[in-house]
């Protein structure tokens, strides 16, 4: 199936977001099923990064060095430790995340609020995840 993510661009130039191709495997029934769809699609694609070795870092152009400052880290994206992602553990962290309220997942313009809340996903949707941050003092 066919959706798409939205994704923000960094820079001072770019700050907009731009909704990217996204392929789940199967038809999620649920909120959670949909979690674990993007999850797996985004470890097996670090695994498979990890496993082409691409161990050779290009070098950055200057707008692409800014806009990395901006987040506040300049690195090239390699996987130099070789180490491939856990999928079992990545979704697990994922699901118990969604759980503790980490971060929010819309679907086109609609908050979805439980893991086990079904869901009708049509072709070219858009997903919107939102991590959410803690600034500053205690959880409780």
């Known amino acids: 199936m066919e959706l798409r993510v939205n994704i923000k661009q960094i820079g001072a ?7 990217v191709p ?8 649920t909120v959670g099923e949909l979690i674990a769809a993007a999850v797996t699609a985004c470890v097996k694609e670090y695994n498979a ?7 050779k870092p290009q070098p950055l152009a200057k707008q692409q060095i800014t806009d ?12 130099y430790g070789g180490k491939k992602a856990d999928l079992a553990r ?3 962290t994922a699901a118990q995340a969604f759980e503790d309220g980490l971060f929010r ?7 979805a ?10 072709e070219g949707d858009t997903l919107t995840f939102i991590r959410l941050t803690m600034l500053a003092g205690r959880m409780w």
Not at 113 to 122: F, N, Q
């Open 13 to 19: 130039a770019k700050q907009r977001i731009e909704a």
């Open 22 to 29: 996204f392929t789940a495997e199967g038809e999620p029934g």
């Open 49 to 55: 990064r990890a496993e082409s070795g691409e161990s």
């Open 68 to 79: 990395l400052a901006e987040i506040g880290k300049i690195a090239f994206g390699i996987n």
């Open 90 to 92: 990545a979704l697990e």
């Open 105 to 111: 997942l819309f679907i086109n313009d609609t908050e």
């Open 113 to 122: 609020v439980s893991a086990d809340e079904a869901i009708t996903l049509s």
